[in-house]
């Protein structure tokens, strides 16, 4: 999905090519290491973008000696279903890490949509450290594996709480249209 909205929100800049688009991901960061998209795999997007109505190949540029050039425009629908496949990577995002490229197209969308949303993961979060903390404090373990049982529930709480930290971090940004 991430890649997806990458290529919309390109076109909706300007109609480009897949290889382009995978050069300008590679520069100045290798995003397209990172993300392990080879040609191949953007190629397959544009294809599933396409055969969804939301691009469309607007011309063919023919060079001597190299090969032909798809240039893909967004379409209407594509436009239209931008934004809500931001919503939804969003929505779905276990961390923040999952939805980079979401926040990177944050122009697309409103923010006032995407605040409860974090609201909600923050509840969550919440809820989610307070069960850990209910279910450490029902453990009863023989006291060689009391080290193990407390290493485990200082790991899980730190991860909370640095989630929780990073997820109110972001919604003060959208609150304050910072980001």
């Known amino acids: 999905m ?7 929100s390109k076109l909706m800049d300007e109609n480009n090519y897949p290889y382009k688009l995978k050069k300008e991901l590679s520069t ?21 973008l396409t055969k969804q109505g939301l691009v469309e190949q607007v011309e063919i540029i023919k060079e ?7 240039v893909f425009s967004i379409t ?7 934004p809500l496949k931001i919503y939804q990577v969003i ?13 990177v197209n944050l122009r697309f969308v409103e ?8 609201e909600k993961k923050i509840e969550q979060s919440l809820i989610k450290k307070d069960h850990l ?23 899980y709480a730190s991860q909370l709480e640095q989630s929780i930290h990073w997820w109110k971090v972001l919604l003060e940004k959208l609150k304050t249209k910072t980001i």
């Open 133 to 155: 903390n209910q279910i450490y404090h029902q453990i009863d373990v023989k006291s060689s594996s009391r080290e193990v049982v407390d290493f485990m529930e200082s790991y």
């Open 64 to 70: 001597e000696h190299r090969p032909d050039k798809q």
């Open 111 to 118: 923010t006032d949509k995407v605040i409860p949303i974090i």
């Open 76 to 82: 209407d629908k594509g436009r239209k279903q931008l």
């Open 28 to 48: 100045p960061i290798p995003f397209d290491k990172l993300l392990n998209l080879s040609e191949s795999k953007l190629y397959y997007h544009f294809e599933s």
């Open 2 to 8: 991430s890649i997806q909205i990458y290529i919309l």
């Open 91 to 103: 929505e779905n995002a276990e961390s923040i890490s999952d939805m980079i490229v979401a926040l």
